[in-house]
């Protein structure tokens, strides 16, 4: 335990020290951070249409297959707009893009399955 506190330490100063980014590459420190901000904070467009969708008397098909339909928006856009969307690790356009149409596809599905 204390080791690992000791490695806490040592990568923290090297990640904040001023023209060591050998030492941080060779520690494997990225300066970004854990996750993509933009993609995943646009995964909560289909978090909220589900509670929104929840409101009313619907489903559990229903209310999946609009927030897939929601997320199939939201793949679209970043498609044309960047190309990527990095919280799936989609780094293609092409892949980006058949990924909205999946989801737009099976969340249309799903909406007109249930009662």
């Keep these: ?9 040592v990568m ?22 854990p996750v993509p901000l933009w993609s995943t ?5 289909p978090v909220i249409a589900f509670f929104y969708v929840s409101r009313a008397p619907a489903s559990f098909s229903v209310r999946v ?3 897939l339909a929601q997320l ?3 793949l679209f856009v970043a498609g044309i707009a960047t190309g990527t969307f990095l919280i799936f690790r989609l ?5 980006v ?14 909406s007109n399955i249930g009662p």
């Design 91 to 95: 780094t293609k356009r092409s892949r």
């Design 65 to 67: 297959g609009y927030s």
């Design 12 to 33: 923290t100063f090297a990640s904040a020290a001023y023209g060591q980014s050998n030492v941080r590459r060779t520690m494997g420190i990225k300066d970004s951070l």
């Design 41 to 45: 904070a646009s995964l909560l467009i």
């Design 1 to 9: 335990m204390l080791f690992n506190l000791f490695n806490i330490v």
């Design 97 to 110: 893009l058949i990924a909205a149409v999946l989801a737009f596809l099976l969340g249309t599905i799903l």
């Design 72 to 74: 199939g928006y939201v």
